[in-house]
Nanobody, 118 residues
């Protein structure tokens, strides 16, 4: 059974830092590109960051580039999102995701709430 579990969310002050983690189980994690999405109330779900299966390449949305860092640990079956200098507009539920091939479908974690406020 495939499962993605996010953790690490909470309340953080602007200019602080927060680290989100996603633990994958029931899947050969190392063969998939992993992604972090977020969704704020009243807004569409947005791709924040992605990392290739090997961890050799990363991509970020323009809004978080230079502030957030995605990484993965093959041995621990985890992908993380390091959030530095978060802004109020970063407030959202953050989701871990990958797209499976057999069957072709998205897998999602339950999400973890991040609130940026003073």
């Amino acid at each position: 059974q495939v499962q993605l579990v996010e953790s690490g969310g909470g309340v953080v002050q602007p200019g602080g830092s927060l680290r989100l983690s996603c633990l994958a189980s029931g899947v050969t994690f190392s063969v998939y590109e992993m992604r972090w999405y977020r969704q704020a109330p009243g807004k569409e779900r947005e791709l924040v960051a992605s990392i290739t299966s090997t961890g050799g390449s990363t991509n970020y949305s323009d809004s978080v580039k230079g502030r957030f860092t995605i990484s993965r640990d093959k041995a621990k079956n985890t992908v993380t999102l390091q959030m530095n200098s978060p802004k109020p507009e970063d407030t959202a539920v953050y989701y871990c995701n990958f797209y499976g091939r057999v069957p072709a479908r998205n897998y999602w974690g339950q999400g973890t709430q991040v609130t940026v406020s003073s």
